[in-house]
């Protein structure tokens, strides 16, 4: 069982607050580290010192890291053109000697755009699929041959698909709660499959869209691994769970029953119960960056029940 720290630096975080998060994440044993792509502050409050550039960010961290994955949940589709996308997550790949995992999504949260002046456009699900045919295809173009491209939203001539990442194959993540096209695209690209803050019926019932995606395009569902994010708060007493909820502005029993959040052996039953549906990885978004001792309470009594 793998649980991975995810961090949303948008509602506010330095780099150097993500060094930190993240040299806890390899000190304490996690698998990787992730990180939201967003450059706007969702909610109350001001985002203060502001955003932090995504790819920007892994970039420094697979310089000061050695062992943990890196990535996204999920690199912004609208953002960034996917020709120079490749290029930037392959430099990031060779940077960090092959720990790189990339999860890419359409872009959804309009006001950042428009407070960044970055274009929304109205169809985003083609371009999505557009772009990771792109970017892998770049990234699998064998070394001197050339890679074209003519699509609806993308065209790219004998481009030299360089450089390479270290890895012989990125794996790729997508996510969602789509009903056909996102298990669908799942199923053609993706070697892991992400279900985003939702319940265990919930998880159940998209985890066997995408089996069956898979199965009818001719793949081992199988071969894909599932996994779920949610938030996480742990305390070793309910007065300990109560002070990290109200801190992050949330209450404990809304998130017992949304996410990760009670004792170490109330979190490990709910990871059971995502377990039993299929997932065999887990996000914990962690909102207080500045509680590593949270982060230390779940290496010991939570990941170390897990074996």
Request: hydrophobic content about 40%; overall charge negative.
């Given at each position: 069982?793998?649980?991975?720290?995810?961090?949303?630096?948008?509602?506010?975080?330095?780099?150097?607050?993500?060094?930190?998060?993240?040299?806890?994440?390899?000190?304490?044993?996690?698998?990787?580290?992730?990180?939201?792509?967003?450059?706007?502050?969702?909610?109350?409050?001001?985002?203060?010192?502001?955003?932090?550039?995504?790819?920007?960010?892994?970039?420094?961290?697979?310089?000061?890291?050695?062992?943990?994955?890196?990535?996204?949940?999920?690199?912004?589709?609208?953002?960034?053109?996917?020709?120079?996308?490749?290029?930037?997550?392959?430099?990031?790949?060779?940077?960090?000697?092959?720990r790189v995992e990339f999860g890419l999504g359409a872009g959804w949260y309009e006001a950042e755009h428009t407070a960044y002046g970055i274009p929304f456009p109205k169809e985003k699900f083609g371009r999505l699929e557009e772009q990771l045919a792109v970017v892998t295809g770049l990234w699998g173009t064998p070394?001197?041959?050339?890679?074209?491209?003519?699509?609806?939203?993308?065209?790219?001539?004998?481009?030299?698909?360089?450089?390479?990442?270290?890895?012989?194959?990125?794996?790729?993540?997508?996510?969602?709660?789509?009903?056909?096209?996102?298990?669908?695209?799942?199923?053609?690209?993706?070697?892991?499959?992400?279900?985003?803050?939702?319940?265990?019926?919930?998880?159940?019932?998209?985890?066997?869209?995408?089996?069956?995606?898979?199965?009818?395009?001719?793949?081992?569902?199988?071969?894909?691994?599932?996994?779920?994010?949610?938030?996480?708060?742990?305390?070793?007493?309910?007065?300990?769970?109560?002070?990290?909820?109200?801190?992050?502005?949330?209450?404990?029993?809304?998130?017992?029953?949304?996410?990760?959040?009670?004792?170490?052996?109330?979190?490990?039953?709910?990871?059971?119960?995502?377990?039993?549906?299929?997932?065999?990885?887990?996000?914990?978004?962690?909102?207080?960056?500045?509680?590593?001792?949270?982060?230390?309470?779940?290496?010991?009594?939570?990941?170390?029940?897990?074996?």
């Amino acid at each position: 069982m793998d649980l991975r720290i995810f961090t949303e630096p948008q509602q506010g975080a330095s780099y150097d607050t993500l060094l930190a998060v993240a040299k806890a994440t390899e000190d304490l044993g996690f698998d990787a580290f992730f990180r939201s792509d967003h450059y706007l502050v969702m909610g109350d409050g001001d985002g203060f010192p502001g955003p932090t550039d995504a790819w920007i960010t892994l970039a420094g961290l697979a310089r000061e890291t050695s062992r943990i994955k890196l990535g996204t949940l999920m690199t912004a589709g609208t953002f960034r053109l996917p020709g120079v996308l490749a290029i930037q997550v392959a430099q990031v790949d060779q940077m960090s000697g092959g720990r790189v995992e990339f999860g890419l999504g359409a872009g959804w949260y309009e006001a950042e755009h428009t407070a960044y002046g970055i274009p929304f456009p109205k169809e985003k699900f083609g371009r999505l699929e557009e772009q990771l045919a792109v970017v892998t295809g770049l990234w699998g173009t064998p070394a001197g041959e050339t890679f074209t491209y003519d699509g609806q939203f993308y065209q790219l001539k004998d481009s030299p698909a360089l450089p390479k990442p270290a890895q012989s194959r990125i794996p790729v993540l997508i996510g969602g709660m789509g009903a056909r096209r996102t298990p669908e695209l799942a199923a053609r690209y993706a070697d892991e499959f992400n279900v985003p803050f939702a319940s265990v019926a919930d998880t159940g019932t998209q985890f066997t869209r995408v089996r069956e995606a898979a199965g009818a395009a001719g793949r081992d569902p199988g071969d894909l691994v599932y996994s779920n994010a949610l938030v996480a708060v742990v305390g070793r007493d309910d007065a300990e769970v109560a002070r990290r909820a109200a801190a992050i502005g949330r209450e404990a029993d809304e998130l017992k029953e949304n996410g990760l959040a009670g004792s170490p052996a109330e979190v490990v039953d709910k990871i059971g119960r995502y377990a039993e549906q299929g997932a065999s990885r887990f996000y914990l978004q962690i909102l207080d960056l500045h509680d590593l001792d949270h982060l230390e309470l779940i290496s010991s009594q939570v990941q170390a029940q897990l074996g």
